[in-house]
């Protein structure tokens, strides 16, 4: 993996496949590189774009730096439009578009940018630490990082049947990274409508026909309330789209 450095000093690295302009994947919550539930369609976007996909801080083969500020993270996002020569599309999965949101809102140069399926919750403004984010912080800091992936799955609504489905190995790369959901926790606790709203950039947003009403609302939310707001709705499953589906919607919306 190549790398960039951070403005704070953080190594964050990241892979670079296929040719084209650029687009840089921002992951979910717990993704990072060798273990990716909820990945970007790479292969087949890589016939149209040079697709970055990189480790958010914490995570894998990237540093970390304390204290975790979403600002620190949107200055990685900064390093690597500059390394991919000055410009980038971004497409957000899940809490990567969280990120993707406030790095556009920060003035980077995005073009254009996809979000799917952003854990939004129609509020003006940002509130503070929910008490959700302290509950993952505590077990976080006491060492119970297989309850605090556990807390965090259930908190967001994954089903049921998927959490105790989940390999042995799923939940130990998992808990290699139980630190980053309070990162995540922390970048949703940071949103708002109004943050939405101060958006300037032309944004997809997608959903699965197979997620959940409230998926599916919160996608509709964010839609209406971006200046330049696209909605598509995929046939695919809870939370997830096949890339053979996902990949040309992605192309042709950001080309």
């Given at each position: ?25 921002v992951d979910a919550a717990g993704n990072y590189s060798g273990f990716r539930a909820l990945p970007a369609p ?128 799923v939940w130990t790369a998992l808990e290699a990274v139980a630190h980053t959901l309070v990162y995540d926790c ?70």
């Amino acid at each position: 993996m190549d790398k960039v450095i951070s403005r704070d000093g953080t190594s964050i690295a990241y892979e670079r496949v296929g040719s084209g302009p650029a687009l840089i994947a921002v992951d979910a919550a717990g993704n990072y590189s060798g273990f990716r539930a909820l990945p970007a369609p790479v292969e087949l976007l890589s016939a149209d774009f040079t697709v970055y996909v990189y480790d958010r801080r914490g995570r894998g083969a990237s540093t970390d730096t304390a204290p975790y500020a979403v600002a620190r993270e949107v200055e990685d996002l900064a390093a690597l439009i500059e390394a991919a020569g000055g410009s980038a599309f971004l497409y957000g999965l899940s809490s990567g578009g969280l990120l993707a949101l406030h790095a556009a809102a920060s003035g980077l140069a995005v073009p254009r940018m996809a979000l799917f399926e952003p854990p939004i919750e129609p509020v003006e403004t940002p509130a503070g630490e929910s008490g959700f984010t302290t509950q993952i912080a505590a077990l976080v800091e006491a060492g119970r990082r297989h309850d605090a992936v556990e807390a965090f799955h259930r908190g967001i609504g994954v089903p049921d049947e998927i959490i105790e489905g989940m390999a042995p190995h799923v939940w130990t790369a998992l808990e290699a990274v139980a630190h980053t959901l309070v990162y995540d926790c922390r970048l949703s606790d940071s949103m708002s409508l109004q943050l939405v709203r101060s958006v300037p950039v032309p944004t997809l947003v997608i959903d699965s026909h197979g997620s959940s009403g409230a998926l599916a609302d919160m996608a509709a939310d964010v839609v209406a309330t971006l200046p330049q707001g696209t909605r598509r709705s995929l046939v695919g499953e809870w939370h997830g789209v096949p890339h053979e589906t996902l990949a040309p919607a992605l192309a042709g919306y950001l080309l």
